[in-house]
């Protein structure tokens, strides 16, 4: 059963010339990119997706880079996409990431936990919310859920 996932190329990915490489990488690894989408995130959207994220300490900062500059909202799609996916970007600290997750997306092209590159819904939930967030036609069931 095909599951759909929510992934974004943050503004570094975005300018740092690795956008082609993380085509490839997806491409290369059995998704499909269903939709994509080119925005230019403000302060109010970055608040919104991540609200979960409203109290911690780095949220600032963190709003500060999401807006920085352009990102590419992908919703990639194929059986176990949520998990799959998130283990192919590898962990949120990019600096772990190059040590023990040397062939992810963050080891190549994130710099620590802030600026890590990309991103990737973590549940059926997160994606779900994430990819009605961008793409309010897509509907995603929950397709994960034990029989
Ligand atoms: P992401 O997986 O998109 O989800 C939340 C984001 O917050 C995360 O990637 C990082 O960009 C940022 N973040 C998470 N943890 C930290 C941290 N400890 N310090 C700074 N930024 C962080």
Redesign the pocket.
């Known amino acids: 059963e095909k599951e759909k996932t929510l992934a974004m190329i943050k503004p570094d990915g975005f300018s740092g010339n690795y956008m082609d490489k993380i085509r490839k990488v997806i491409l290369e690894s059995g998704f499909d990119i269903i939709r994509e989408m080119m925005v230019r995130l403000d302060a109010g959207k970055v608040t919104q997706f991540?609200a979960e994220?409203s109290k911690k300490s780095?949220f600032p900062?963190?709003v500060e880079y999401m807006t920085s500059g352009p990102v590419l909202i992908m919703v990639l799609e194929k059986p176990n996409a949520i998990s799959d996916w998130r283990a192919l970007i590898g962990p949120?600290d990019s600096r772990k990431a190059k040590v023990s997750h040397p062939n992810s997306i963050r080891a190549m092209c994130g710099l620590d936990?802030?600026k890590?590159c990309v991103?990737g819904s973590d549940s059926p939930q997160s994606a779900a919310r994430e990819i009605s967030f961008f793409f309010e036609d897509i509907v995603p069931g929950f397709v994960k859920h034990d029989e």
């Open positions: 991540y994220h780095f900062s963190l949120t936990s802030a890590n991103h």
